[in-house]
């Protein structure tokens, strides 16, 4: 028989419970957790206080929450996170009160100053201390899911969304034997509240509510009296960029003011260049819009990428990918909510006829139409979208519950050499004045290195002036020439009209095609190659790389000599181990080995996702001595570096200062897309690729995310 325990008419000083008797064990265990709340109260009163925003609060404080009820908490409240908008300039002066609360500044310490529209006083973030949540701003995070709506909608259940996530890409045969099954003799009481095909088409018909549908567009050409019919699809740029300035699962990490980056060491301060949001051109962008009081206008950058890859043995496909430069590269740079979005498929131009029967004049004015069908195409996507709301903005309802006026642009291009020609409506290497970013001879183009010599830019204002010059000339030949003395095709380009958006700075320099591919792969390892086959070393060279110890991330190479090699990462990594396997075979300060050190020093900080001003000067000397040896290698080997990928060299300093580190917006971010178009062109029938490849990509942008919202993302993340 239990025996009844007795109250002995004390309650306990920490719970208030009364206390039976033989309660010695849970008054020590009530002392026990009264010690683990009041040091948990301690922690989180010095988190609290290291976390007030020093602004002007312009709305009552809220009550801190209650940890736990049965006692007070003794916590300074948090203020709360101001609009940006209405915070005070940067220009005023501070309260003597907020300037008795302004912390000490570290000796060393990241300083981030906010362009002056944002009315957001600088962050300071400490580097010297092992305490975290140190920044003077307080970020406060929103509720994902809104109230009241489950993360399965518009599905009924959880259920019924998990067993339609699986389904949904089978045919329809299947999911009505599944259906059959579910509700008859397979199972008891099932979960799934779906019972037919068609209600389950209802459910994936309002799921297209989550995902930018796919536009078709259709229109003609002549060339030499053939009318040629087109048909593309595409999303329109404009509903995409709605769909996630308005997603509150991105409104905490969506940026929408430029700002500048230093690291300060004993007031020794450098910028610091690791985003898009922190560099020059983003600054200066935001600084041509107007200032209104009360309702912030704001850039929004886009990203393009085009590229023509093969999928089968005699199938091209010309996708283009959007990412929005609003939000951080790691998130922009991937796939999935936020992340590369296929924005369209360029046309493929199908010649009628055999090109070799055609005459040089038939050939160029060929090439000529092609150009025009594919900025055709881009004025479609781009300008007709876009145009209206770069030029005089669109006030939109943002996921962090502010109205803003917003301005897309399109200051990034991320294309390889060919796109760059055709996108630019430039003359290629041959040409007198190849370069698409300014008027640099055929001649100077080994010289990026010389501190005399100065370039012409390209400018929207000066290649449409040019155009339209040429156009109005009575007669083909002075044309011509017109053209050719600008390095210009007979094009007119799309992005010329598109507000903010001027093709010839957007267009990026690229690491994976001008250094990986490019100077390496197709010029100093070829010469490198025939130096030491020259001299017999052929095979020392390939048992030296046997011998690099495997390492990860670097691929290994038995047979590098002999190895059929088609990808970037392959020929930086055989640079990054080549020195040490040649060095020996090459005679005493050889210019082919200093060439090659200096590029692969070049190539690393070029590599860096945060680069600093010091960083870039090293880069700025490597690459000075890369030039100097080059010029000896040319005169030693008779090995000509007049070609356009060497001197983009010129143009990649002002692109990082411009643009942010080149790993930003470099093709190999989005290099990947193509294996996932051949994968899907596996399952197609083969007949109305472009219509079938946008379905099947459509279809899978329907793939809800747990955090509730409909991915919708397809670029690679390379």
Not at 88 to 100: C, H, K, R, T, V
Not at 364 to 370: D, G, L, N, T, V
Not at 378 to 403: H, K, M, W, Y
Not at 536 to 552: D, E, H, L, Y
């Amino acid at each position: 028989m239990v025996r009844a325990q007795q109250n002995s008419g004390k309650k306990c000083p920490y719970c208030d419970r009364s206390l039976v008797s033989g309660a010695k064990k849970h008054l020590e265990a009530c002392k026990k957790e009264d010690s683990r709340k009041r040091r948990l109260q301690d922690r989180l009163r010095a988190r609290m206080l290291n976390k007030v925003d020093h602004r002007i609060p312009q709305a009552p404080t809220p009550a801190p929450p209650v940890l736990y009820p049965n006692e007070p908490l003794d916590v300074a409240p948090e203020f709360p996170v101001m609009p940006e908008e209405s915070a005070p300039s940067l220009g005023s002066s501070p309260s003597p009160a907020l300037m008795d609360l302004e912390p000490a500044r570290s000796r060393i310490h990241i300083e981030i100053e906010y362009h002056p529209h944002s009315n957001k006083p600088p962050d300071i973030i400490p580097l010297d201390t092992t305490r975290g949540g140190d920044s003077t701003s307080a970020r406060l995070r929103r509720q994902l899911v809104p109230s009241g709506r489950p993360p399965w909608a518009p599905f009924p259940s959880r259920a019924d969304f998990e067993w339609a996530e699986t389904v949904y890409m089978l045919p329809a045969e299947i999911s009505k034997a599944q259906l059959k099954g579910l509700h008859s003799n397979w199972c008891r009481n099932t979960n799934i509240t779906i019972k037919t095909i068609d209600e389950l088409k209802v459910y994936l018909e309002r799921t297209k509510n989550y995902v930018v549908e796919f536009c078709e567009h259709e229109f003609e050409e002549v060339f030499d009296n053939e009318i040629y019919h087109f048909r593309f699809f595409y999303r329109n740029p404009w509903d995409w960029l709605l769909d996630l300035v308005s997603d509150p699962t991105l409104a905490d990490d969506m940026v929408w003011y430029p700002s500048r980056k230093y690291l300060v060491v004993d007031r020794n301060r450098q910028r610091l260049r690791d985003e898009f949001c922190n560099s020059d051109k983003w600054w200066n962008m935001q600084s041509t819009l107007p200032v209104v009081p009360g309702i912030p206008h704001c850039i929004l950058p886009v990203l393009a990428w085009l590229d023509k890859g093969r999928v089968s043995s005699h199938t091209n496909m010309h996708p283009i990918i959007l990412r929005l430069l609003s939000l951080p590269s790691a998130i922009h740079n991937g796939s999935g909510n936020g992340g590369g979005e296929l924005g369209g498929l360029m046309v493929q131009v199908q010649d009628r006829k055999d090109p070799e029967d055609r005459s040089q004049s038939a050939k160029i004015r060929w090439a000529k139409f092609k150009r025009d069908v594919y900025h055709r195409v881009l004025q479609v996507i781009f300008v007709e979208t876009l145009n209206q709301q770069a030029s005089g903005g669109r006030c939109v309802p943002c996921g962090d519950e502010v109205e803003r006026v917003l301005f897309p642009r399109v200051p990034v291009l991320s294309l390889d050499g060919e796109e760059v020609c055709i996108c630019a409506a430039t003359r290629s290497s041959l040409a007198d004045f190849p370069c698409p970013h300014c008027l640099v001879r055929q001649d100077q183009l080994h010289n990026f290195f010389s501190k005399t010599l100065q370039f012409p830019l390209r400018t929207t204002a000066t290649m449409k002036a040019v155009y339209e010059q040429a156009r109005a000339e009575r007669f083909k030949g002075p044309a011509e020439d017109l053209l050719q003395r600008h390095g210009l095709h007979s094009t007119e380009n799309a992005f010329w009209y598109l507000e903010g958006s001027d093709p010839y700075e957007a267009i990026s320099y690229d690491t994976l095609h001008a250094d990986d591919t490019g100077k390496w792969g197709k010029h100093l390892w070829p010469l490198l190659q025939d130096v030491l086959v020259t001299a017999g070393f052929k095979g020392m060279i390939t048992a030296n790389m046997s011998k690099v110890p495997r390492w990860p991330g670097l691929k290994h190479f038995d047979n590098v000599t002999t190895k059929d090699i088609n990808d970037g990462q392959s020929w930086l990594d055989i640079e990054r181990c080549i020195l040490p396997c040649v060095v020996q075979f090459l005679p005493k300060d050889s210019s082919l080995v200093h060439a090659i050190r200096a590029h692969l020093l070049m190539r690393m900080m070029m590599g860096l996702h945060c680069i600093s001003d010091d960083q870039l000067k090293r880069k700025d000397a490597y690459q000075e001595e890369y030039g100097k040896h080059c010029v000896k290698l040319n005169d030693k080997y008779d090995k000509s570096f007049d070609y356009p990928k060497q001197h983009a060299l010129w143009h990649s300093t002002p692109d990082i200062r411009a643009k942010g580190p080149h790993s930003i917006y470099c093709t190999r971010v989005n290099e990947g897309f193509h294996q996932e178009t051949r994968e899907i062109y596996t399952r197609l029938n083969k007949r109305n690729v472009d219509q079938q490849m946008t379905s099947v990509i459509y279809r899978a942008g329907m793939d809800l995310g747990r955090d509730g919202r409909w991915a919708g993302g397809s670029g690679g993340s390379g």
